[in-house]
């Protein structure tokens, strides 16, 4: 897969036809999936390949391809982005678990990126996880609060009520994430 931006598109776009025909067909995507995943998992696999294979999982990413994309959340940003990307619209909480134990480790832009999955993908399972960062350095708190305001759920807006601490940013970030709430 050494695909770079600029060359024919065309195997691109066949795989994206092949995808996108699969897609509803739980064993075709599956065995997509695999294949897709194995070849996240090659060194020689170029960032661009990589790219358009996460959009790929974007759409047919299941629990299969979760631990790959985890992986790359501890790589290069650019990658991490786009491992966020595919992990923020597999409904299984398998990724929901797997973006939870990376708050653990991660740290700057990435970390906040998975806050803000987190908070797109609006599951209540999460606000747990995500309270406990708004104690944390502003940028981190920030984007705990921001997530908050996404997850549509009374213990989300409890959490958000009750976080008076803080500096001013993070305030006001929880004062617009409660504005979310209608309140």
């Known amino acids: 897969a050494g695909y770079a931006f600029g060359e024919s598109s065309a195997s691109l776009e066949a795989v994206h036809q092949i995808v996108q025909a699969a897609y509803g067909d739980e064993i075709a995507t599956l065995q997509l999936e695999k294949e897709l995943t194995q070849l996240l998992r090659e060194p ?10 996460c959009r790929q999982l974007w759409i047919i990413g299941s629990d299969y391809s979760v631990p790959v994309l985890a992986d790359m959340l501890s790589g290069e940003k650019r990658m991490a982005d786009m491992a966020l990307y595919a992990l923020q619209e597999n409904t299984g909480s398998t990724a929901r678990v797997a973006l939870e134990k990376t708050l653990k480790t991660l740290n700057g832009d990435i970390l906040v990126g998975v806050i803000n999955t987190l908070g797109v993908r ?16 502003d940028i981190v708190a920030v984007a705990a609060a921001r997530a908050l305001g996404k997850i549509d759920a009374p213990s989300s807006r409890e959490a958000l009520e009750a976080a008076a601490n803080g500096s001013a940013a993070v305030k006001d970030a929880v004062q617009k994430a409660l504005s979310m709430h209608g309140g």
């Open 122 to 137: 609006g599951e209540e399972a999460s606000v747990k996880v995500i309270v406990a960062l708004l104690d944390r350095e």
């Open 44 to 53: 020689e696999t170029s960032d661009e390949a990589r790219d358009f294979i």
